[in-house]
């Protein structure tokens, strides 16, 4: 048997399966990215749950018309610049793939305009062939549209789920993402109709009840350990048995196993709906593990560990105790 390098095409839809799983994934990235370039006002458009088509559109700072054609480039990125700035990661991405593995496995349309340009441009990709890159009369910021997810990989479009249970993942990320970012306003609409807007006024308890509801009433501490901040949102749901965590370190959508762990630690009850963020010194935060980006490793597990266990054990301790003034993060 011969070893054959594999063609570009091919390698490069493979590697697009580690960083886009679903339309979910898809909505990640777009909304990591807008995030990154400072928006205030961040609009997402689906059709079938974003299977058959997915439109992120934000008014951050745009891509300047000579860098579009680089923005889709594997490994080309803005916010990183040499090895050293990977010690301490601020921006949501940084590893230069996401926007070429959409290309590679979708029908891929990015319009820009960016700050210090009079007018933008469109790029247009299909199955990671270039087809367009025109100059075009825009308003400020980016739109990405993501048409045909996997069209040319059949093997991971099979295990999508129906149209009503992508937009629910969706649905759950971007909320999230809204409490975490309440300061920039949030739209989704699904089919033409609105199924999610936030106001982007800083109001966390707000956006909260709104999503929760008030009864019983949400509570809310924040404990610190060394340069480790736990802010904790907590509505019990005493006896349930269950509780659902959603988890953020550094403002960085993440898997939720710790937490949880941490949370569970000191033995009480802790059923229902938590949402937690850490908040750590950049370099005690390894994000590079997998490109999705949503496991973390940490330099220090002991104070991580440490600060969540002491929220729950606030919350434990004080079970009268909820104050709503406060902003988040
Ligand atoms: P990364 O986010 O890891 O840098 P991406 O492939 O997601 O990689 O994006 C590549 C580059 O394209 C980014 O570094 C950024 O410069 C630019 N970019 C992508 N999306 C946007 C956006 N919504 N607004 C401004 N610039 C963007
Ligand atoms: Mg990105």
Redesign the pocket.
Known sequence: MRIERLPHDVAMRIAAGEVVERPVSVVK??L???L??D?RRISIFLSQGGKSSLVVE?D????AFD?LPL?LERH?????SSLEDMEAIA??????????SLAAVSRFEIR?RSVDDARGGVLRVEGGQPLLHAPLDLPR??R?QVDDLFFNLPARRKFLKSASAELRRILSLVQAYALAYADRAFLVQSEGRTVFLSPGDGDVAALLRSLWGDDPPLRHLDVSVESFHALGWWQPAPGRGKSDVTAFVNRRRVQEGLFRAALASPGGDISGQWLVFLETPLDEVDVNIHPAKTEVRFRKSGPVFEVLRRLAMAFLERPQSFSLDRKGP
């Open positions: 990235e777009l990591e990215n807008a990154d370039a928006s934000d951050g700072r745009g891509i860098d923005a080309a990125t803005s916010k990183l921006t949501l991405g940084f590893r230069g793939e996401a926007l070429p820009s910021g980016t990405v």
